[in-house]
């Protein structure tokens, strides 16, 4: 029964983490689309100057995935901004 207890305990914990995770994916997408937004661009630009197709790009503004260190680096090309900036920015996604 102990046993039994535990692996409740671990399966919940799991689903937290993984709920933060996808809270952490999809605020992230947020200050990406709303970066795009702020520079006038389209998905489909900015997917262009990042090399990809607008389905891959997608991914990152609805948090299916998260960018690549080199595909954030040519966002701070397209914005402007420091990396410094950046990962700033997102990281204050996950406060």
Do not use: W
């Not at 046993?3 to 983490?17: C, F, I, L, P």
């Not at 630009?45 to 197709?53: F, K, R, W």
């Not at 966002?75 to 410094?84: R, S």
């Amino acid at each position: 029964m102990k046993e039994h207890v535990q692996n409740a305990q671990v399966r919940k914990a799991t689903r937290s983490r993984e709920k933060r995770e996808l809270e952490d994916k999809m605020q992230i997408g947020r200050h990406l689309r709303q970066l795009r937004l702020e520079h006038n661009l389209t998905q489909e630009q900015v997917a262009s100057q990042l090399s990809l197709n607008r389905t891959a790009y997608t991914h990152y503004e609805s948090g299916v995935s998260l960018p690549d260190i080199l595909t954030l680096f040519r966002l701070c090309d397209i914005c402007a901004m420091k990396p410094e900036e950046m990962i700033r920015l997102l990281t204050s996604a996950q406060e």
